[in-house]
């Protein structure tokens, strides 16, 4: 990183890790320099070695029998790979649900509140993300729209929208806000103020951004009642194309 900077210090990147550039360039660090985390992976202890000693014999018995090599770190990640499915093996299968479960409603909006609305559009191929969001605060409509590059996936491209969504209400002065987002994945980590590795940094960002204001609450509402912001972010999306 840069020093007193949230950005990647891409020539050192270049000089250390040259093959693995664009991996690291895609991950979204904190804006706001919060502390990174130790994630425990879902692997159960003791299974691990053992399957280690198992790669380690196969790529043995390849190298003796068939002339085959393998590399230290194809060897351990075949088997974190073999561990980890054979973990999930071991899970109980969820029973069928009878009937349809009850949903909580989510409490009546505040007249105060101003109401905003988020979406992204990413493009797989690029990985790049078009970010729009709708601000409605006292009878009056804004827009905005911002554009980010290395983006891995959808969930991550949704939850840099948020942020800079958050960053400009927070920015505008607003202080009750109900934030609205078609991501039924990124309104049900929120709200619960939960965690996910792949957006580990960016929402470390969010639950910061939460002390800033008195009132705030998040929505899922359908794909099709979040045209506005889908489209302001496909703008977005579609300017990063021009020369």
């Known amino acids: 990183m840069l020093e007193g900077s949230p950005d990647w210090d891409h020539w050192k990147l270049e000089l250390v890790l040259p093959f693995h550039k664009y991996q690291v360039l895609q991950i979204k660090p904190s ?7 130790l994630v425990w992976l879902k692997t159960a202890s003791g299974t691990l ?7 380690l014999w196969i790529s043995r018995n390849q190298l003796t029998f068939q002339s085959r090599t393998f590399s230290p770190m194809e060897t351990l990640s075949k088997a974190i790979k073999e561990a980890r499915d054979w973990s999930l093996a071991q899970l109980p299968h969820p029973k069928p649900q009878t009937g349809h479960p009850s949903i909580a409603q989510d409490p009546i ?20 993300a078009g970010l729009g969001w709708i601000i409605d605060d006292s009878g009056s409509t804004t827009t905005y729209s911002a554009t980010s590059p290395f983006v891995a996936s959808p969930l991550i491209a949704e939850t840099l929208a948020l942020r800079a969504a958050m960053i400009s209400a927070n920015t505008r002065g607003i202080t009750a806000l109900c934030v609205y987002s078609d991501s039924l994945t990124l309104i049900k980590l ?3 103020k939960g965690r996910n590795l792949e957006i580990a940094g960016i929402l470390n960002d969010i639950y910061l951004f939460f002390h800033k204001f008195i009132v705030i609450q998040f929505k899922h ?8 912001a889908d489209s302001i972010a496909k703008q977005a999306l579609g300017l990063m194309y021009e020369p």
Do not use: F, G, H
């Not at 804006?31 to 985390?37: I, M, P, Q, T």
């Not at 909006?109 to 990985?127: E, G």
């Not at 509402?221 to 506005?228: C, K, L, M």
């Open 221 to 228: 509402i359908p794909r099709a009642d979040n045209n506005r």
């Open 190 to 192: 929120v709200k619960k």
């Open 109 to 128: 909006n505040d007249p105060s509140q101003a109401c905003m609305y988020t979406d992204a559009a990413w493009n797989p191929l690029s990985k790049r």
């Open 49 to 55: 070695p053992a399957w280690i000693c198992w790669n």
């Open 31 to 37: 804006l706001c320099n919060a502390s990174d985390e």
